[in-house]
């Protein structure tokens, strides 16, 4: 039964069943936390190799989004149509390592420091430019994995 979803229907109240509970999601939050982290810490380490100064584009956070949304693309592809993976890797790497490594807070935070510093124009900017760059960049690494694979399957 660990496999299975939450189930609505799940009493918590009966100590049986909030057991049944911990015991199937617990390995799915721990993955999940410690994905986090690694993701967290890598986007934590890129901000400090390039920092962004007070009222400047954050160039940074705009690159990180829009190459995490990209491994998110191939990640999801891979994961869907090649291989058969362990339950954890999917909310370790995909919800863990690259949502910790994606970020929106940090987004909503730069355009709101961009407003606050008379720079509206810029945080407008930011905010139409992140949207648009990580769709197309997961819809193009989706696609591009899906061509090398079909191209690998055919030789």
């Known amino acids: 039964m660990p496999n299975e979803p939450v189930d609505s229907d799940v009493d918590l109240h009966v100590p049986a069943q909030r057991r049944e509970l911990r015991r199937g999601q617990a390995p799915v939050v721990a993955a999940v936390a410690l994905g986090g982290g ?6 934590y380490g890129a901000s400090l190799l390039w920092p962004t100064t007070a009222g400047a584009f954050p160039w940074t956070i705009l690159i990180v989004n829009t190459i995490g949304c990209a491994i998110i693309g191939v990640f999801m592809v891979v994961i869907t149509d090649v291989w058969a993976a362990h339950r954890l890797v999917r909310p370790f790497f995909g919800t863990g390592v690259l949502g910790g490594f994606t970020t929106f807070s940090t987004y909503a935070v730069d355009i709101q420091h961009l407003v606050e510093d008379g720079e509206a124009r810029t945080g407008l900017a930011y905010l139409a430019l992140t949207l648009l760059a990580a769709l197309a960049s997961v819809w193009t690494a989706a696609n591009l994995t899906r061509r090398v694979i ?6």
């Not at 079909?150 to 030789?155: A, D, K, Y």
């Open 38 to 43: 690694i993701g967290a810490s890598a986007r």
């Open 150 to 155: 079909e191209w690998r399957e055919q030789r």
